[in-house]
């Protein structure tokens, strides 16, 4: 079992930027895929980044391409979340998930360890 903490959330005008991290605990860290979600109010919860066990494939969802970048540091067992250009329609809270797998499409379902979420809230 891993444990995650979320860090990094906080208020942004429209088009600044934020770095998100997910410190996790325990030895498997470098053995699982990671990845990031947002819910924002009254809405399902959204995949947003994923990124493979040794960080050489990557996905993300189309809202966010060429805005976020996902990243890990397998020797600090943390995994980031660089978000630029940010949107109000970016606001929510954002989990932080660990995963034994990988594929392309990751749902809420393929991740059994999540953190408690840190919130972003992008103002216009």
């Known amino acids: 079992q891993v444990q995650l903490v979320e860090s990094g959330g906080g208020l942004v005008q429209a088009g600044g930027s934020l770095r998100l991290s997910c410190a996790v605990s325990?030895?498997?860290?470098?053995?699982?895929?990671m990845g990031w979600f947002r819910q924002a109010p009254g809405k399902e919860r959204e995949f947003v980044a994923a990124i493979s066990w040794s960080g050489g494939r990557t996905d993300y969802a189309d809202s966010v391409k060429g805005r976020f970048t996902i990243s890990r540091d397998n020797a600090k067992n943390t995994v980031y979340l660089q978000m630029n250009s940010l949107k109000p329609e970016d606001t929510g809270v954002y989990y932080c998930?660990?995963?034994?797998?990988?594929?392309?499409?990751?749902?809420?379902?393929?991740?059994?360890?999540w953190g408690q979420g840190t919130q972003v809230t992008v103002s216009s």
């Open positions: 998930a660990a995963s034994l797998t990988y594929r392309a499409s990751m749902t809420p379902l393929d991740f059994g360890s």
């Open positions: 325990g030895r498997t860290f470098s053995s699982r895929s």
